[in-house]
């Protein structure tokens, strides 16, 4: 599986860049942090993240993610916290010129973890796996070995582990101190589990990456580009979750909350 050949598709058109000086700028969407980060600062501020102390917690937020965040104050705590938030729903992209007149920046999931990785890479940085059923997982480990055999993969497990075995593996996280650690399905809590245990996991990046282990591993087809950037790669993933279908119903009510936000909060 070639994951390189596709860090070129990934780069958008040139946004408006942050405030001289800075590589990011967060904004706030529905009183939820939002960072605008341009392709080609990607770098830099991937390299400030691994120069900071503690530990680095990154979110690809998705509309139905902003909408947990404003109902679930745990979610929204790790949203908040965060060290870097970056919109992955053209709804947002549209929220944020809408109501802050700003140009964000939006990034497709499998893309931007290809560019993470390629970025770490580069400077021979490590990589710990969790998550993941066991063949996907191997799988996954071998086509990330393969396209890039400078990163170091320090660690990997899989994501049905029993609650007496966790402390084993923060233990073991906390070891291979990973420059990046990317957290799949079959994690308890998901990606609330990262916030969980924060502070017990090593410093580095943590990334949740949701179903990308099924991609990594060919399990799974990723929207095209085309698809994406028209803001219709939902489709796919409702006529294999049919009641997805629903999610229209939040999205009106996101329209209702930017107007809202629009005419009546400063």
């Not at 599986?1 to 942050?18: K, V």
């Not at 990317?182 to 580095?204: D, P």
Request: aromatic share 10%; glycine share 8%; charged share 25%.
């Amino acid at each position: 599986m070639d994951l390189q050949a596709t860090t070129e598709d990934s780069i958008n058109p040139p946004a408006a860049l942050p405030p001289e000086g800075s590589a990011k700028e967060r904004v706030s969407l529905l009183k939820v942090g939002i960072d605008i980060v341009a392709q080609d600062r990607l770098t830099e501020v991937v390299y400030d993240l691994l120069a900071a102390e503690g530990g680095r917690n990154i979110v690809l937020l998705s509309l139905s993610d902003l909408l947990r965040a404003r109902r679930n104050g745990e979610y929204r705590t790790y949203v908040l916290n965060a060290a870097l938030v970056l919109p992955i729903s053209k709804s947002l992209i549209g929220g944020i010129r809408f109501l802050t007149g700003k140009k964000a920046v939006r990034y497709m999931p499998f893309d931007f973890v290809v560019n993470l990785l390629t970025i770490l890479e580069a400077r021979e940085f490590s990589l710990y796996l969790l998550g993941g059923q066991r063949r996907i997982l191997q799988k996954t480990e071998k086509n990330i070995r393969q396209t890039f055999p400078r990163l170091r993969i320090v660690g990997r497990f899989i994501g049905a582990f029993k609650r007496q075995e966790e402390a084993t593996i923060l233990e073991a996280i906390r070891k291979a101190s990973p420059s990046l650690l990317l957290v799949g399905k079959g994690i308890r809590g998901e990606e609330q589990w990262i916030a969980r245990n924060t502070g017990r996991l090593s410093q580095g990046m943590r990334l949740w990456c949701s179903d990308l282990f099924d991609v990594f591993a060919e399990r799974r087809h990723r929207p095209s580009r085309k698809t994406f950037d028209r803001g219709l790669e939902w489709v796919g993933y409702c006529f294999q979750k049919p009641l997805r279908f629903f999610r229209v119903f939040p999205y009106f009510g996101y329209k209702i909350l930017l107007l809202w936000y629009r005419l009546f909060v400063k």
